[in-house]
Nanobody
Framework: QLQASGGGSVQPGGSLKLSCAAS????????MGWYHQGRGNERELVAT???????DYGNNVKGRFTISKDGGKNKVSLQMNNLNPEDTDVYYC???????????????WGQGTQVTVSS
């Protein structure tokens, strides 16, 4: 399962940190990251980091957000700086992983965490 933490409310220009830890039966992790709900039906990329350390950011967060592996390989953190009201949304942690050796690769989602940026 994925356990997300962090989020909350902050004024424009402020910072927040999100963390996500994958636990339980895990054989291998391909990538972990964060998505936000957005306005459409599909969740939109915020940032991901794969097992090689390759990082991908959504266009709206480049230069402001930083994703990193937090200690163990099954934990990631998202440092969000210079937040603005347009960042207000529900953020979801996602991991693409195998639970055991012969398992396929599947996406698993954590519970959403609210980020609110308002003066």
């Amino acid at each position: 399962q994925l356990q997300a933490s962090g989020g909350g409310s902050v004024q424009p220009g402020g910072s927040l940190k999100l963390s996500c830890a994958a636990s339980g039966s895990i054989f291998s992790v391909d990538d972990m990251g964060w998505y936000h709900q957005g306005r459409g039906n599909e969740r939109e990329l915020v940032a991901t980091i794969d097992s090689y350390g390759r990082i991908d950011y959504g266009n709206n967060v480049k230069g402001r957000f930083t994703i990193s592996k937090d200690g163990g390989k099954n934990k990631v953190s998202l440092q969000m700086n210079n937040l603005n009201p347009e960042d207000t949304d529900v953020y979801y942690c996602k991991a693409r992983l195998q639970k055991y050796l012969d398992d396929g690769w599947f996406n698993y989602w954590g519970q959403g965490t609210q980020v609110t940026v308002s003066s």
